[in-house]
């Protein structure tokens, strides 16, 4: 599979390219950045739209997005990281670290609860609007001050996702090693620095290069252009930029920084075999499931420090990250080392779902395709043709082309695949409501380029064409 996989992500650009910017526009998100990987080798990587909407300026594959709560799983290798040395042990009580909590509840919870998020310790505290910059983050003195509440549940009563819990797991790394955390997170990170061939960004906080010298430029967060204040036809819709703030002692919950190559590099070294980081022992150990969330239709596990779930049949290890202004989210299988990481610039931006689009795509892909044919789509057929009805694209793999929609956030359930039949273009045959068994016909101008193609007797145009004979289907005596 790893072999196809690697081999087949070129084939996809073209119409990744094209879906990822449809979803963009669709979804107001200012910027975008995708980056899909095997293990070390980088195998597409793009930016969308712009850096700050006030500003116009063109987001990169080099600018750094604040990634939230990615920052959990740093804290959590860094952690394990101490346990393999013996300086720590996953049963140590918080009180034996951090004296001060001694006696407040929290303080009998073990390290293993607080990684789990199994120590009922509540999520962010009960004056938390530092979340909608209201108030500075909380400093040391003002965390312990929060963790001295009562516990929501008792230990191992429910998976209850904690901010305070991993906040508390980053004054743990400091008392443990001596170290400011953020010195802790760039002993981490070096050997990732080492063995990678694109340039490191990453990092907590304002520190965005991981504290190795390379600059890195951050993409303005944005907020949402709601309806009250975009009433009437000259009202300035352009999202409203959040400016970044320090997360202080909430850092090791929430506070770091990256772009999507780096991200997506990140989770990807977390597979078996890479020899970075962990122990593959420890790494199995922090990706089995310790707690089964079943929300809203969808069920996702979590480990320590890794949520988990299954995208089509792939199991795969990572983290999402919400913060004012930025949506993320970064997958890896940890068989493979098969990554995708999404960035967003936008407070509600489509992350997650694209993450998972691109997956099933390259699954599905990987399914179809067949290894010992070449492509079977005549030169310049492949790409996006438009009707009134929506946008197709072709998109040819070898021995068979998708036809495929960027309307959705998820391409692959909806795709058609099709097959060359006596040099005719021919949807495979199943009991369906569209264009199975159907051919399709390919249309040319006089220098033999394609120009449209007919699915179903309903003719797709080029863009170019289709903007130039839309007017006229729009007419009202048309037809």
Same mark, same amino acid.
């Given at each position: 599979?790893?072999a196809?996989l690697?081999?087949?992500?070129p084939?996809?650009t073209g119409?990744?390219?094209d ?16 980056a899909?990987?095997l ?22 594959? !080099? ?16 952690v394990?990281?101490?346990v !393999?040395?013996g300086?720590?042990r ?10 001060e ?23 962010d505290?009960?004056?938390?609007d530092?979340?909608?910059? !209201? ?6 003195? /003002? ?6 509440h ?5 230990? &191992?009563?429910?998976f209850?996702?904690?901010n305070? /819990? ?7 790394? !400091? ?10 997170i ?6 990732m ?9 990453? +990092? ?9 010298g ?5 993409a303005?967060g ?5 309806a ?6 000259d ?5 409203p930029?959040i ?16 772009n ?5 590099a990140?989770?990807?070294a977390h ?9 593959d ?8 499931d ?13 480990g320590?420090?890794?949520i988990?779930?299954?995208v ?14 930025h ?8 068989? @493979? ?7 967003? &610039? ?9 993450a998972a689009?691109?997956?099933?795509l390259?699954?599905?892909?990987i ?5 010992? @044919?070449e492509?079977?789509?005549e030169?310049?057929a492949?790409?996006?043709?438009l009707?009134l009805?929506?946008?197709? &694209?072709?998109?040819?793999l070898?021995?068979?082309?998708l ?6 956030l ?7 695949v ?6 005719v273009?021919r ?12 051919? /399709?016909?390919l ?5 033999? /380029?394609?120009?449209a ?23 009202p005596?048309? +037809?």
């Open positions: 599979m790893t196809d690697a081999r087949l992500v084939h996809l119409f990744l390219d879906w990822i910017e449809r979803q963009r526009v669709a979804h107001t998100v200012p910027g975008i950045q995708v899909v990987r293990g070390t080798e980088l195998l597409y990587s793009r930016a969308f739209g712009v850096a700050d909407a006030s500003t116009a300026e063109e987001l990169s594959t !080099e600018h750094v997005f604040r990634i939230a709560s990615h920052s959990k799983t740093f804290t959590a290798t860094a394990m990281q101490q !393999e040395s300086r720590l996953l049963d140590d009580s918080v009180a034996q670290h951090i004296p909590l001694a006696d407040a509840p929290i303080g009998s919870s073990t390290v293993r609860e607080l990684l789990g998020h199994q120590s009922g310790a509540e999520r505290g009960r004056a938390a530092f979340w909608q910059r !209201e108030a500075p983050f909380v400093d040391r003195d /003002a965390l312990i001050a929060q963790l001295r009562e516990r929501v549940f008792p230990a &191992n009563t429910h209850h996702y904690s305070l /819990a991993y906040s508390l797991l980053g004054l743990i790394l !400091e008392e443990v090693t001596g170290t400011a955390y953020d010195a802790v760039r002993d981490v990170l070096r050997p620095v080492e063995a990678m061939s694109e340039p490191v960004r990453i +990092g907590p906080e304002l520190d965005v290069d991981g504290g190795f390379l600059p890195a430029r951050r303005s944005h907020g949402i252009p709601r009250e204040r975009i009433a009437g036809a009202a300035d819709r352009t999202p930029v400016p970044p703030v320090d997360t202080r002692a909430e850092s090791a919950a929430t506070g770091f920084w990256a999507a190559e780096t991200a997506s990140w989770v990807a597979a078996f075999g890479t020899g970075l980081f962990l122990a022992d420890t790494k199995r150990l922090m990706q089995r310790e707690s089964k969330i079943s929300t809203g239709g969808t069920t996702r596990w979590y320590l420090g890794w988990i779930r299954k089509g049949e792939r199991r795969v290890i990572g983290h999402s990250g919400g913060f004012p202004g949506i993320t989210q970064t997958w890896a299988d940890p068989k @493979t080392g098969f990554a995708v990481s999404v960035l967003t &610039n936008r407070i509600d931006g489509p992350a997650s779902a694209l689009g691109i997956i099933s390259v699954d599905l892909a399914e179809e395709a067949d290894d010992q @044919t492509e079977i789509l030169p310049g492949a790409g996006r043709y009707s009805w929506g946008d197709v &694209n072709l998109m040819p070898p021995g068979i082309v036809q495929l929609s960027d309307t959705g998820d391409p692959a359930a909806g795709a058609v099709m097959h060359g039949d006596r040099g273009l949807a495979e045959a199943e009991d369906g409501f569209g264009d199975a068994g159907e051919a /399709a016909d249309h040319r101008d006089g220098s033999g /380029a394609v120009t193609v007919t699915i179903t007797g309903v003719t797709h145009y080029r863009p170019d064409v289709y903007l130039d004979r839309e007017a006229a289907m729009l007419a005596d048309a +037809g």
